[in-house]
């Protein structure tokens, strides 16, 4: 294989959380005064640390959002997680093939390490990533499009950089891989082509990643 550490997003190239996660953040801050559709929801937040929509608000709006936030929010999103989330399809193929051939893999996620953790076991995808192997925006100062999360994840996992490639499906994490210095995989089957453009590659299937990875 071309690459040494193969890198995941988790929402929406593990789990199938997107519309989830969007559908719920759109209504909550609509239901805070702040209107926002599902579609502005997965523009301007899809897979961005949670800070994110704190820092856009409050330039927007001058408004800062109540202090419990984040809890309610991700007791909603949980609560949701355990009645609809499923892995993506076609995500547990491409690990068993990862592992029957020893290529070490990650997930660095935007999300806290909760979210991923309550995703995995809902999924059944908790036997394929012990602790050493999930890293998330909370273990840096910076999420994602800065680089910090996936550097801090090739350095715990002892690669470089240009040994790595990420999967990603969305602007903010094509961004944080290019300016890691890194190769990245873009999923277009939730974001528009054109919108990850500075991915190395686009795949639109699960089944088409194991032959992009080489």
Known sequence: MRYDLVIFDN?????????????LLAAYLT????PTSYEDSIRDYMGSAMHRVHDLVLERTGERLPADFDDVFHARVFAAFERELKPVAGAVE???????????YCVASS????????GHRTTGLDRWFDDARIFSSQDVGRGKPA?????????????APE?????EDSPLGVRAAVAAGMDVLG???MTPAERLSGANELFS???ELIDLLG
Do not use: K, Q, W
Not at 147 to 159: E, K, S, T
């Open 147 to 159: 680089p910090d999360l996936f550097l801090y994840a090739a350095r715990r996992m002892g690669v």
């Open 94 to 104: 491409v690990l068993e093939a990862l592992s029957a051939r020893g290529v070490p």
């Open 11 to 23: 929402d929406g190239v593990l789990v199938d959380s997107e519309p989830i996660s969007n559908r």
């Open 205 to 207: 299937g699960m089944g």
């Open 31 to 34: 239901e805070l005064g702040h």
């Open 163 to 167: 040994r790595c490639v990420v999967v």
């Open 111 to 118: 999300g806290s390490h909760e979210r991923i953790r309550v």
């Open 187 to 189: 999923f277009t089957a």
